[in-house]
């Protein structure tokens, strides 16, 4: 769930809690890259509360003998999102070079205050195929992402559905965990 809200994070830095209020962009085909580099302005730097819901999980596939997987219930993580990170949406991915690399905007949309996307990803056997739409404004943002994740071990595929709204609550506080790092910081 963590790496899902490190996703959508960035997706919402990339993709949309970055446009000025008449300001619209609509592209096909674009690499997180390309999409990072149209930002015409950006989350504003600091303290940020983040909300994560998942709405429904469904795995198929394999050998049948596995569980359902039970429903994740909300988690709400504070995280501090530094000035470097909001000039370079993708310093959030941290450690998923994987993500940069192999993803896809199939479409983007980001007009009036609102997001819509739909990317893919080839990571080898595995794809990804997800959307996201939602709302944004330079301190809070609302995300709505469907997922499907196929070709995983034994033949099985996941479908998820998740939703994110965040907001910045201040200036970053000594020993916040930042955006993008993969383990909390020590406590003291």
Not at 18 to 34: P, R
Not at 54 to 74: R, V, Y
Not at 112 to 125: Q, R
Not at 132 to 144: I, L, V
Request: glycine share 12%.
């Amino acid at each position: 769930m963590r790496s899902m809200m490190l996703v959508s994070l960035a997706a919402c830095m990339a993709l949309g809690a970055c446009g000025k209020g008449g300001e619209s962009v609509s592209m096909t085909n674009a690499s997180m890259d390309q999409v990072a580099k149209v930002q015409a302005a950006k989350l504003q730097p600091g303290q940020w509360e983040m909300r994560m819901e998942q709405i429904s999980s469904e795995t198929t596939g394999g050998s049948g003998n596995l569980p359902a997987m039970p429903k994740m219930p909300p988690s709400t993580t504070k995280v501090c999102l530094t000035e470097a990170q909001v000039n370079d949406p993708k310093a959030v991915f941290g450690g998923a070079p994987q993500m940069q690399k192999n993803c896809v905007y199939d479409s983007f949309t980001m007009r009036g205050g609102k997001i819509d996307a739909k990317l893919h990803c080839d990571m080898g056997n595995i794809k990804v195929e997800g959307t996201n739409t939602g709302t944004f404004t330079e301190t809070a943002f609302t995300s709505e992402s469907h997922s499907t994740v196929s070709g995983l071990p034994g033949g099985m595929t996941t479908k998820s559905h998740m939703k994110m709204d965040a907001k910045r609550l201040g200036e970053c506080q000594p020993g916040d965990l930042k955006a993008g790092d993969t383990k909390a910081p020590p406590q003291g």
